[in-house]
């Protein structure tokens, strides 16, 4: 019978430190996934503006030199502009929103940035693409700084408040 | 067939609405089409066999022009696009020259908002209509012609084509660098380099020529003829050069500068006559050196790219032997 009790113990307090963990996770993941897409938005601009690349070959280079856990969505921005012949870039760009959010595990500022520059990605020529990247990587720093912060604060209290919970739960069912 | 492949594989780089429209029109008119355009607030419009025509939403050819469909700001914007591969900015040199060429060879000219700057022209802007030529290839045209154009002994003659606008004029001098180049049974293949000023002649697309232009042939694409023809000689050590639309002064200089440097040359200029030709004050010097040996005048009399005359350096007419 005290094994029993033990063991059941045991689960509860792991089950709140994961559940903890995973909650703080989320910022971290917010986090190193900004500096990947910032790597990638580079990557696209050295495409774009200095070697006058057209965007799908450079999406389709994005996707193989940046960080594969962001990259892809640059390759399946590609493949559903060619395939269902988009009229516009930005159409493309919507189509990957849901995973900003849900795989991505970015805000809404953050998938806002991005949806800005599928509005004028192509439209217009090298100076003015140029343009549009600083201004859009500028945002993308602001952004990253803003996640940095908020992972320093938040991962580790959310993963202290799960050991914590775990324990409080502990001692209440004692 | 090929012809309506042609045409679908183009229609297919057009704005949805303009896609379908386009794709109902009946197929024996589809292989037909020379060109369609596309004007902001105007219907759309097909040429072909000397007419336009407007396009009902069905894809019906009509002369009512309230039944044609009214292409709008959204439908040229999106063409755009999709012709220029979502890159306007990798095509901005062609779009400078006012037409983007696309896979398959075909020529775009744009019309639209021409800025400029300390460089000249910088860019053209608020498009507000797209001409799309497309591009036949006529593979074979100039067979009967070659016999005419070199002799037994693998000399060949400088070579003027004279035409007016739209009348088969580049389709005939491609042809003629294809077999140059290719080369057949009574003369072996001459290096052949084009100067591809507006990359009509070879179609260029991200280094490949779209069009056959023969295995020997080199290409100087979006190069001024006059620069092109420099830099030819220097560099790609041709037997005969090849050149459309000849006329400015600078082309005339290159010209002596290729001759000097015994290469031969095949050109092509807008004109309906030799005598028309022999007036133009830029051309005069050539024409009193004889340069050209041989003369091809072509017309519509009998479908595009009719060979109205042929004749030699003294303008004397060659009579082409029957069943040509």
Redesign the interface.
């Known amino acids: 019978m005290l094994i029993l009790k033990t063991l059941s113990l045991a689960i509860i307090f792991i089950t709140c430190a994961i559940l903890g963990y995973c909650y703080g996770q989320r910022f971290t993941l917010r986090y190193e996934n900004l500096v990947s897409l910032e790597q990638c938005i580079k990557i696209l601009e050295t495409e774009i503006v200095y070697g006058a690349t057209p965007l799908p070959t450079a999406l389709s280079n994005v996707y193989k030199k940046g960080n594969p856990r962001v990259s892809y969505i640059f390759e399946k921005i590609k493949d559903d502009l060619l395939e269902k012949k988009r009229s516009f870039v930005f159409e493309s760009f919507l189509e990957i929103e849901d995973e900003l959010y849900g795989k991505m595990n970015l805000k809404k500022e953050d998938v806002e940035i991005m949806l800005s520059l599928g509005r004028v990605l192509g439209s217009s020529d090298r100076h003015d693409q140029s343009k549009v990247f600083k201004i859009v990587l500028n945002q993308i720093e602001a952004q990253i700084e803003d996640a940095k912060i908020e992972k320093n604060k938040n991962e580790k209290l959310y993963r202290n408040l799960g050991v914590l919970a775990g324990i409080g739960l502990i001692i209440l069912l004692v | 067939m090929k012809e309506i492949k042609i045409y679908n594989s183009l229609v297919?780089n057009l704005?949805?609405v303009l896609r379908d429209t386009l794709l109902k029109i009946p197929f024996h008119i589809k292989g037909k089409i020379e060109e369609i355009r596309l004007k902001r607030g105007m219907p759309l419009m097909i040429y072909y066999e000397g007419n336009d025509y407007f396009v009902s939403r069905n894809g019906e050819i009509t002369e009512d022009i309230s039944k044609a469909v009214i292409v709008n700001e959204?439908h040229i914007?999106?063409t755009f696009?999709?012709i220029s591969?979502?890159?306007?900015?990798?095509y901005?040199e062609e779009i400078k020259n006012g037409y983007i060429t696309i896979a398959g060879g075909h020529r775009i000219g744009i019309g639209g908002k021409v800025v400029y700057g300390q460089n000249g022209i910088?860019?053209i802007k608020n498009i507000s209509s797209l001409n799309i030529r497309i591009a036949r290839e006529k593979i074979g045209i100039s067979n009967f012609l070659m016999p005419y154009l070199i002799n037994d002994k693998r000399y060949f003659y400088n070579t003027l084509i004279i035409s007016p606008p739209q009348c088969g004029k580049t389709t005939l001098l491609r042809d003629i660098v294809r077999n140059l180049s290719n080369g057949s049974s009574f003369y072996k293949g001459f290096k052949v380099s084009i100067i591809d000023e507006r990359s009509e002649l070879a179609g260029m697309y991200n280094g490949i020529p779209q069009k056959d232009i023969g295995i020997r042939t080199d290409v100087l694409d979006g190069c001024l003829k006059s620069d092109g023809i420099i830099m030819a000689i220097r560099s790609l050590s041709p037997e005969i050069i090849a050149v459309d639309e000849i006329g400015g002064k600078k082309d005339v200089e290159a010209i002596h500068e290729a001759l000097r440097a015994g290469i031969k040359l095949i050109a092509t200029i807008h004109g309906s006559s030799i005598q028309e030709i022999r007036e133009k004050q830029s051309m005069k010097g050539i024409f009193e050196e004889k340069v050209f040996e041989r003369y091809i005048v072509l017309d519509r009399s009998n479908g595009v790219g009719t060979v109205k005359a042929l004749a030699d350096r003294n303008y004397n007419p060659i009579y082409l032997k029957k069943g040509a």
């Open positions: 297919e704005n949805e959204k914007e999106s696009q999709l591969n979502y890159s306007p900015y990798a901005l910088e860019n």
